[in-house]
């Protein structure tokens, strides 16, 4: 059974897919993991130390981007709560997925978080987008080398189900990249 402590899945802040080193820290514990996805708002992880809906937290995130040409790093820290504990699918086996939501982020380390978020984000989601694009321009191209080339219409039929497949997603990059121009 899912815990939380909100009964409404809405969230006030989007998240995104991204893997950070997070530590987890109690009056008792000490939990080393990496998120699941990020948002202003809180994180989302694994681990398999079981943390009770409510338990205040002390969370450590260390970020690492790209300004400039320059690698920063730069680690925010902040007080959070446990807002949603899910139990791992077989009892006794495999981990707990924990939702924290920051309780007292300070205005600058919010700030270098939406930044972060902006920038590792869009530049990846827009590469991706880049790449759907040129596959779809392949496979115009491949429509063309069918008349010429034996093996054309083989590589044609490949391209054409990965884009198929690839619709749905690129519909998905596209909220995904909004969502982060909203975010600038």
């Known amino acids: 059974m899912t815990q939380t402590s909100q009964g409404s899945d809405k969230r006030r802040h989007p998240r995104f897919t991204l893997t950070l080193p997070l530590?987890?820290?109690?009056?008792?514990?000490?939990?080393?993991?990496?998120?699941?996805?990020v948002s202003c708002g809180g994180v989302f992880c694994e681990t398999e130390h079981f943390l009770p809906l409510g338990t205040e937290v002390k969370i450590t995130m260390r970020l690492s981007f790209y300004v400039q040409n320059q690698k920063v790093r730069k680690t925010v820290s902040c007080s959070a709560k446990v807002a949603r504990v899910e139990p791992p699918e077989d009892k006794g086996l495999g981990?707990?997925?924990i939702g924290i939501s920051f309780v007292r982020l300070d205005a600058h380390d919010k700030e270098v978080l939406r930044?972060?978020?902006?920038k590792k984000n869009l530049r990846e989601a827009q590469e991706l987008k880049k790449m759907y694009l040129t596959l779809k321009e392949m496979a115009g191209r491949l429509v063309e080398l069918e008349e010429c080339h034996p093996t054309a219409e083989h590589f044609r039929?490949?391209?054409?189900?990965?884009?198929?497949e690839l619709d749905t997603v690129a519909h998905v990059l596209d909220h995904e990249i909004s969502e982060l121009i909203r975010l600038e």
């Open 23 to 37: 530590e987890i820290n109690g009056p008792d514990f000490h939990v080393a993991t990496s998120t699941m996805n």
């Open 95 to 97: 981990k707990y997925t």
């Open 115 to 118: 930044e972060f978020i902006h």
């Open 157 to 164: 039929r490949v391209v054409n189900r990965s884009i198929i």
